[in-house]
């Protein structure tokens, strides 16, 4: 299974991106995914899951500003950024696992190559 990680750029502080993780087999029915960061010199730190019954979760600097949906019949998996703020620029990577533990671990079996978002003026 491949996991292609989408939509990332350049948007000012306050904007929004879309970021989409299209994977190539139906996998999301049966697996979390979830979306990772990591800014240069930092850990990478998980940002918002979602199981495969739809359940949702969120880091706590994205509660209210992010949000993360999935669609099954495209295989894809979304994660809507509003109000942007500097501090979430980084690398996203998106990752599904059947095991929820492993979501919350990033251990995932099946991870997206990363696409970069960059807040600044």
């Known amino acids: 299974v491949q996991l292609q990680a989408s939509g990332g750029g350049l948007v000012q502080p306050g904007g929004s991106l879309t970021l989409s993780c299209a994977a190539s087999r139906s996998i999301f029915r049966i697996n979390d995914v979830a979306w990772y960061r990591q800014a240069p010199g930092k850990q990478r730190e998980l940002v918002a899951a979602?199981?495969?019954?739809?359940?949702?979760m969120y880091e706590d600097s994205a509660k209210g500003r992010f949000t993360i949906s999935k669609d099954n019949a495209k295989n894809t998996v979304y994660l809507q950024m509003n109000n942007l703020k500097p501090e979430d620029t980084a690398v996203y990577y998106c990752a599904a696992d059947a095991m929820w533990e492993e979501i919350l671990r990033g251990t995932a079996d099946y991870w997206g190559q990363g696409t970069q978002v960059t807040v600044s003026s």
């Open positions: 979602i199981t495969s019954a739809g359940t949702t």
